[in-house]
């Protein structure tokens, strides 16, 4: 979608500007959509138009899911009717394929960016839910590259800029303030301990989790569903953060139907969480989820790339430019046959046909036609809703 309007439609960027950009926000942790429509707000109009891109990208999303946590708040999520949903991921195999089938294009040029993407696919589809492996790769790939003698063409001089520090300095200073009032807040037992627990442990999420949605929500469901109902917190007090497995899983499945970053679904556990200390403080909740996920992803990407614009003119960062490509294609390509395990396919059915169906018929209006992807949405919420 984003190849789409900002390089086919709007030229805001090149595509090699975006899938420099993507790789590039690959390496860090955070949710790697947003901070790539952050630098392409950056690259049009500096900090402010950044700052509002990434306002405008994630609002619509967190005020719906902040929304729905009022929602199951009250008619509990047992009632709430979730079978419209049953065939967007296979809608999403499809959108993820014809992502991989347009970035190969671009980034796959030879022998050994096909090996990388190949061999990235196998370990991504096999370690999918292991959060170190995806740095990991990143290093590999452009290691990998560098090992070529390949001449590269002359690179534009740039100048060397001044680093701002504060954006660092500002993520390092936030991670240590909420570290320490929860901390404070757990072992003194505050009344409105829940509140200093969810932004930490929301910051904390937007400033380890790496590989994007599919990783955050398990570990969610570890943080607000596992630990709480494990022995070790049998004689705690009620203070804690307890979410229902049902209701948190009721959100990751609606968070997939909207357009937007999945990490919005921390809108969603901000007002679960404070669902029982009142109206106010559940909005308060869907608040901190929202600015605890979205911010550390935002200091990140404004503070590294600056540098990494100065960087990348060395042959080094160069070449490895060419294996962090292959990466980023892999990884796609991996995460498209992860999410098929999920298909039913086992089972020769009509909705079985349908799933399948979904996929081929998706990937294919993605890249013969010109049907807003939002149709493509509304068209298998409307088929699930009627199956």
Known sequence: MMMKTFVDKRRDVTKEELMEYVSFCQMLPGASSTQTLTLIGYKRGGIPLAIATLIIWILPACIFMGLLSFIIGKIGSAHLQTSAFQFIQSMAIGFL?????????????NLITRIIMVVVTIITFLLFKTPWVFPVLFILGGIVTNLSSKRIPQLEKIKPKQIRWTNIWLFVLIFLIAGYLSETARKQEWKDRKAFNLFENSYRFGSFVFGGGDVL??????????????????????????????????????????????????????????KNEGLRHQLLGCVLGSVGIFLPSALLVLFFFP???YFKKYVVVYRALEGINAVVVGLMCGATFFLLKNVPFTTLNIITVINIAIIAVTFIMLTFTKVPAPIIVLACLLLGWIF
């Open 307 to 309: 540098v990494w614009q």
């Open 97 to 109: 394929a014809y992502a991989v089938v347009r970035t190969y294009k671009i980034s796959i040029k």
């Open 217 to 274: 929500i398990p570990m969610m469901l570890d943080q607000y569903v596992a630990r709480p109902t494990s022995p070790k917190f049998a004689d705690a007090k009620q203070n804690i953060i307890r979410i229902e497995k049902s209701e948190l899983l009721t959100g990751a499945g609606i968070v997939r139907a909207l357009p937007g970053p999945v990490f919005s679904i921390a809108s969603f556990t901000g007002g679960m969480a404070l």
